[in-house]
């Protein structure tokens, strides 16, 4: 067996509790625009590719209602940050890994400027080896293309890495770069969800991954 080297992690409803923040901004953002949106469509949509999820949930729309639709929720999203928090033992199980000599690369389809937020929250930078965020693909999640510059990052092969996160775009875009995805509920997203998806194994939260480690063999 491959020997896993690396470990990707989603951040938004991985790391840190931040998906209903997410809806709720991006609610503003559609109310503003006139446009009715219901929050459980939205909240199925979060981790996605921020220009996929706006077509799934408001179909075809030209380019300055889409820019003013991301601008809104930016605006929305700074405003509500103060209520970000990190998962419990988040920050204990990044350190963990990385001492164990795993690679730790995160893995978002934020922008840059929301990413730049949780990892001042998360205040792990000794653990981190690398990011990505959506300025570095054309199209982050479900795309592959996204997870794979993590990999380049890590310098590491597919086989040598496995995925953590919270929501089917991440299970489907893992599966696609040929990484092994493993899966959150602290995302809100249900467990059969995830499954369907494409994950190895479920984990209530950070904590429960943190006690359950052996759970993502890593070892050889």
Known sequence: MTRRRAVLFDIDG??????????EAWHRAFQTLGVDVEAWRIHRS???DSGQMLDSLVGDRDTHWLTEAKSLHAQSYAALAPQL???AQARELLSALAEQGYIVVLVTSAPEDELQILLDLLDSADAIHATTNSDDVEVAKTEPDIVRVALDRAGVEPAEAVFIGDSVWDMVAASRAGVQPFAMLCGGIAEQMLIEAGAAAIFENPADLLARLPDLGLGG
């Open 14 to 23: 991985t790391l840190v509790d931040s998906n209903y923040l997410h809806v």
């Open 46 to 48: 979060i981790g996605q």
């Open 85 to 87: 928090r990190v998962f």
